[in-house]
């Protein structure tokens, strides 16, 4: 099988801009994995996140750092993996079937630039495998967005 980095790589490798790096990367993960309801990327703009390319319904539009699963994870700077959302304080929801959600920091120049966030309809849907699958994906953006604009 086709690990999720490599489908990564092969879509962004020879193309140089960000969106459509962005918004093919987020159709590789929503149909590499089962049960997801939305798949994306929310960026750091003036301090808070801004939604980016996604596969799935509409989302919210701006995240405080620190606030919902996606900016606590910008704020600890560290991949949270939620098996519950309603279980989490400040959880967003954005779409009512979401029910686990993994969310994933991405560096550029030692800072944080972004998230990738990933939705389940499912609970406890990211495994422990799977966090390390998506963090070695993440990996691949990182090393290839110095030469995307
Ligand atoms: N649930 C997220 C908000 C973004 S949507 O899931 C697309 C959060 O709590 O940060």
């Given amino acids: 099988m086709v690990s999720l980095a490599s489908e990564v790589k092969a879509v962004i490798e ?21 049960k997801l309801n939305w ?17 799935g319904k509409v989302a919210c539009t701006e995240i405080k750092v620190g606030k919902g699963v996606c900016g ?13 959302v309603h279980k989490f304080p400040t959880h967003i929801a954005c779409d009512s079937a979401s029910n686990s959600e993994i969310v994933i920091p991405i560096h550029l120049n030692g800072e944080v630039f972004g998230v990738l966030d990933i939705d389940s309809v499912s609970f406890a849907r990211f495994s422990v495998t799977e966090k390390e699958e998506l963090e070695e994906a993440v990996k691949v953006i990182e090393e290839y967005l110095p030469s995307m604009r």
């Fill in 72 to 84: 606590t994870a910008v704020e600890k700077d560290e991949t949270l993996v939620v098996d519950d």
């Fill in 39 to 55: 798949a994306g990327f929310y960026l750091m703009k003036e301090g808070k996140l801004v939604l980016n390319s996604f596969q």
């Fill in 14 to 34: 020879d193309v140089p801009y960000l969106s459509a790096n962005l918004s093919n990367v987020s159709a590789v993960i929503f149909s590499h994995y089962d």
